[in-house]
């Protein structure tokens, strides 16, 4: 068994609920939590107890079932009435991430086809469509990682930001899946590790899977990067996304923006893995991705202790846009997308 069979899985569905790592634990804890109410999973999503756009789509679609699953069967009406409410009511936990979106609509047109059946039918339908988006997960993120490895250097130092491994996808992940895979094919590899403040994504989450890969990797300060980029420490750029529009804009954790002007400006390639579900096709361009603003106590706080004064003004966007000007590539389950990227993303989506 190749070690990237045994990457942890963040998300689980068990009998007649789902289980979760709960991420704000690690690295010191592997704490997991049952959730059996869609109120739970939708304070798992906005408390990044399960996060990472692909795995935030996996947790909304469970969250759907265990929304409807208890609903009367004989009462039509009010059952449509109450489809719509679940899924309005998971779209509220975090806006920028379109998997949550994507999803949840994947749910609804699925039952809609099937709207003659009786409603326990369809119940079963929609747990049955929610296992089938975690598992496609699965085998999208690892063809991701199988299809980014043939653009890593032999002997490459990787820079990431944020945490795009199994953690926030049904497993493997992203640009992490792309590493994970450079690194089993006997890629010398050394990883920069951003930790990625506010919540620490990178310190807690990436070194986390790192080390336990046994990749080796430095983690640095979000604002060391820079420097090791223009020191030409840096042989490529690799991260995540939340939302990609057509024309390839794309919102990522805060922070990513300035490492891509960076990359561009000391000629650097800088590469966004993502799977298709991630890409948002009806969206133009960036200017209108909703960003998430969280809570200014994640930076005015750190384990519970102040570290600005008391009653300080913040302001805490949990995403950026990086123009896709900046993007050299990117790396999906159908393959390495070079410019243009309108062009060929739509040739991608067309039916
Ligand atoms: C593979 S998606 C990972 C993506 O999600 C992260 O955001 P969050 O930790 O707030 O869910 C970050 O933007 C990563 O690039």
Redesign the pocket.
């Known amino acids: 068994m190749s070690n990237t069979d045994t990457i942890v899985e963040s998300i689980e569905w068990r009998d007649d609920h789902v289980r979760i790592l709960d991420q704000t634990y690690l690295p010191n804890r592997e704490v997991y939590s049952d959730i059996r109410d869609v109120g739970r999973m939708w304070e798992a999503i906005k408390k ?1 107890r399960v ?4 795995a ?1 789509g996996i947790a909304a679609a469970y969250g759907f079932y265990l929304g409807i699953k208890e609903l009367p069967e004989n009462a039509f009406e009010s059952f449509w009435v109450e489809v719509e409410r679940v899924a309005d009511y998971l779209e509220t936990a975090r806006p920028t ?1 379109v998997n949550l979106h994507w999803a949840l609509e994947r749910l609804k047109t699925t039952i809609q086809a099937h709207k003659d059946k009786d409603i326990s039918e369809i119940k079963d339908i929609v747990l049955e469509t929610a296992k089938t988006i975690h598992a496609e997960d699965k085998r999208t993120c690892k063809k991701i990682g199988e299809n980014g490895v043939e653009l890593v250097p032999k002997e490459a130092r990787i820079l990431t930001h ?3 491994g199994s953690l ?2 049904g497993q493997y ?2 640009a992490l899946s792309v590493i994970f895979h450079a690194h089993e094919e006997g890629n010398k590899l050394q990883v920069w590790v951003d930790e990625t403040r506010p919540l620490l ?1 990178g310190s807690r989450l990436t070194s986390w899977e790192l080390m336990n890969a046994e990749i080796p990797m430095k983690l640095i300060t979000d604002s060391t990067a820079g420097s090791l980029i223009r020191r030409g420490e840096v042989d490529m750029v690799i ?4 939302r990609v529009a057509s024309n390839g804009d794309t919102a ?2 805060i922070g990513t923006y300035p490492l891509a002007v960076l990359a561009n400006e000391n000629d650097v390639p800088f590469y966004v893995a993502v799977p298709l579900s991630t890409i948002d096709i009806e969206l133009e361009n960036g200017e209108d991705i909703p960003i998430e603003e969280r809570d200014g106590d994640e930076i005015a706080s750190f384990n519970d202790s102040k570290v600005a004064p008391k009653k300080v003004e913040t302001y805490n966007p ?2 950026d846009v990086t123009p896709h000007r900046y993007v050299t590539a990117f790396i999906t389950e159908e393959g390495i997308i070079k410019p243009d990227f309108d062009e060929n993303f739509k040739a991608l989506f067309e039916d």
């Open positions: 990044l996060r990472g756009a692909p935030i991430a944020c945490n795009t926030a996808t992940g992203t994504q991260v995540g996304a939340d990522n954790k949990a995403f």
